[in-house]
């Protein structure tokens, strides 16, 4: 019962604190969807040091420091726990090298409790195979990722919506301050009790065949795939939907139930049955992906590529276990083997990827190193299946060969980075016009029609009657205009400038202003004073003196929705700071998946302000698309303009929400 309670313990800790450092560093670096892949390298990464420092200290139990020794560290990991769990505010921004900058903060915060709390179940496990005469408690493990299973539910329906940032370190310190008193209180025994004499373990060990060359390299591999698909899916899901904790975790939680299963359950698991399955699924995706333009309905993408990963993760995982080692001695090189292709997998989608390729590869590249470990795995087996993995392999290869196609088809420029992966289009439409589109993803972020007639015509969300369209014709009568824009995009709302208008652009992704300089032409066209802030919008307004806009959009999107640090009372108060008397803000607020109109009404109710919500008709002959805009002001004169009052409506409310602050966003209340 100690061991299951202390293994159960820190893995629960273990997971409840990813969504909670990922969340508290997502304002740090604009919200962007590649910060939770990030933090699933530096996770996997500090769960492989755990489990080598596991390893190290298992080889070493007949040394009389190695318990003092570990007890010193979970000290120094509690006092560290502590200085986190009080800490106040964000950390300052990093545009250069947001990957080290990440890494750097975790380390800082909650590297060495991390790393304590991932050594235990290996650890234990250790120790109880000695006490149990070598008989290996792999239930442990399973007990371990049920744990974890728990704390992802727990985080966004109990804890994040009912509990600050603050409040929520707190008490995870305080959980981390009762594992560090429960592994106290029978450590020092354990240690005693569960070490038999050298030699006698030596002699047993010599009875143990030793696992095969095949084996260990399987044992690296297989978490390998099962990691790059983890982390594929969750890029797919977080940049084409919202980077918020509850995204992330319907993946991490699927791939915790297969390691349940196949290391509680795997008997039960019908092999022949999950590789036919699995195949099926690999192929009808594979032929989706060859589709790059095409996309499915949200929710059905979303269930497909989630029982995708939860197929492949479950193979490779049931697959590892059965060539699991027989021998204690080997036990600690297996988990460690384990976590090392896991952090392998993490790094090569969440790291290499974006550095080595200009387009968003890392699905299809899951699909096909899936294919190849399921080939090496039944290589030994019949012909047969040799030969369907082997197919299946050549077909996602050619899949990925397709895709790179389809990503050059009618592509003028394509890059990514940490903030985007980012591609212009230049097509011919339907209406005989050339158009060119920039989008992140599969998400649009700006067109415009090159014909001489339209190419100075703002598009998609940014037509004349949508909100931001009202807030430029008639927030100023015929004078001169200061304007502020969070979000450059194509620089569409340029087209909106006047002579002697003044427009600021703030932009976090240092790709996006030589795209917009160079590929459209609406900052080029505008007859404004056109500059740029680098870096996030909300640090570099923070720095700025007040500059007195008479409008200030918040057009920024991550994935599908405005990053939440945009959204609470402080940034309410800092964007109040820099309006002119009659200010108008304008938040854009068009998306599929969450309704943020409730919660820009407490915004504007919390602020003192009045809100009007406006919602614009698509117009294909134009390119202009339905469009979604709140408008706050105090502008009294501007509200009852008959062309404004007419288009607006008062913005809706909704009981039981609660305003955001930065310590306190969720989403869950206004998902659709």
């Not at 050298?198 to 260990?216: C, M, T, Y």
Request: aromatic share 12%; charged share 15%.
């Amino acid at each position: 019962m100690l061991y299951g309670g202390a293994v159960f313990l820190a893995a629960f800790l273990l997971f409840l604190v990813e969504p909670m450092a990922g969340k508290q560093l997502l304002p740090t670096f604009g919200g962007s969807a590649a910060v939770w892949l990030t933090c699933l390298v530096f996770f996997q990464t500090a769960l492989l040091a755990g489990y080598a420092y596991a390893h190290w200290l298992a080889r070493r139990s007949q040394q009389r420091w190695q318990m003092p020794l570990h007890m010193s560290l979970l000290v120094l990991a509690a006092i560290s726990t502590v200085v986190w769990a009080l800490r106040s505010g964000q950390p300052s921004q990093a545009v250069m090298h947001p990957v080290g900058m990440i890494f750097r903060l975790l380390l800082l915060s909650i590297g060495l409790p991390f790393l304590l709390l991932g050594s235990t179940g290996p650890l234990l496990q250790a120790w109880l195979a000695r006490l149990e005469r070598g008989r290996i408690p792999y239930r442990l493990f399973a007990l371990s990722n049920l744990a974890s299973l728990l704390a992802l539910a727990l985080y966004p329906t109990i804890l994040e919506p009912h509990l600050t940032l603050r409040t929520q370190r707190i008490a995870w310190g305080c959980g981390f301050a009762c594992f560090a008193a429960l592994f106290a209180v029978f450590g020092w025994g354990v240690s005693k009790a569960t070490v038999e004499p050298v030699e006698i373990e030596e002699k047993r060990a010599e009875n143990e065949p030793p696992a095969s060359l095949r084996s260990r390299l399987l044992w690296l591999l297989l978490p390998m795939v099962a990691a790059m698909q983890l982390s594929a899916v969750t890029s797919y899901l977080t940049a084409n939907l919202a980077a918020i904790p509850l995204l992330w975790i319907l993946p991490l939680a699927a791939y915790l139930i297969t390691l349940i299963l196949a290391f509680e359950y795997a008997r039960f698991v019908p092999r022949p049955v999950l590789t036919r399955l699995l195949a099926v699924m690999l192929a009808g995706l594979a032929y989706m992906l060859a589709k790059a333009d095409v996309s499915l309905p949200v929710g059905v993408a979303i269930a497909f590529f989630l029982i995708e990963m939860f197929l492949a993760c479950l193979y490779c995982h049931v697959e590892a276990y059965a060539i699991r080692p027989r021998a204690a001695k080997e036990l600690t090189i297996f988990y460690l083997m384990f976590a090392a292709g896991g952090a392998i997998g993490s790094f090569l989608i969440g790291i290499a990827s974006p550095l080595l390729f200009s387009s968003n590869y890392d699905v299809a590249i899951s699909f096909f190193a899936t294919a190849l470990a399921a080939l090496l795995v039944v290589w030994p087996e019949n012909w047969s299946q040799r030969a369907l993995w082997a197919a299946g392999a050549a077909m996602l290869l050619y899949v990925l060969v397709l895709l790179h196609a389809a990503y050059r088809r009618d592509t003028l420029f394509a890059t990514r980075n940490f903030y985007a992966s980012l591609r212009v289009k230049q097509t011919y439409d339907p209406n005989q016009h050339w158009v060119r589109t920039l989008s992140n993803g599969t998400i649009q972020h700006g067109t415009q029609i090159f014909t001489p007639a339209l190419m100075k015509t703002p598009t998609t969300y940014y037509a004349e009657d949508s909100g931001i369209g009202l807030a430029m014709r008639y927030c100023c009568s015929e004078r001169a205009r200061n304007v502020g824009i969070v979000g450059l995009g194509a620089g569409t709302i340029a087209a909106y400038g006047r002579p002697g208008d003044r427009m600021r652009f703030y932009e976090i992704n240092p790709a996006v202003q030589p795209i917009a300089q160079h590929l459209f032409t609406y900052l080029r066209d505008s007859a404004a004073q056109i500059s740029f802030a680098e870096g996030d919008a909300r640090a570099s307004l923070a720095r700025e003196a007040p500059q007195h806009f008479d409008v200030l959009v918040i057009d920024a999107f991550s994935g599908d929705a405005i990053p939440l640090h945009l959204l609470t009372g402080e940034a309410l108060a800092i964007y109040k700071r820099h309006l002119a008397p009659g200010g108008i803000l304008a938040f854009h607020i068009s998306n599929q998946h969450v309704d943020l109109e409730p919660a820009i009404y407490l915004l504007a109710q919390a602020a003192g302000m009045q809100a009007r919500t406006v919602h614009s008709r698509a117009d294909d002959e134009r390119g202009e698309f339905s469009a979604t805009w709140v408008l706050l002001t105090n502008n009294g004169a501007f509200l009852t303009l008959p062309a404004v009052a007419e288009r607006t409506r008062t913005t809706e409310q909704r009981a039981g929400l609660h305003l955001w602050t930065d310590d306190y966003s969720t989403l869950l209340a206004l998902l659709h």
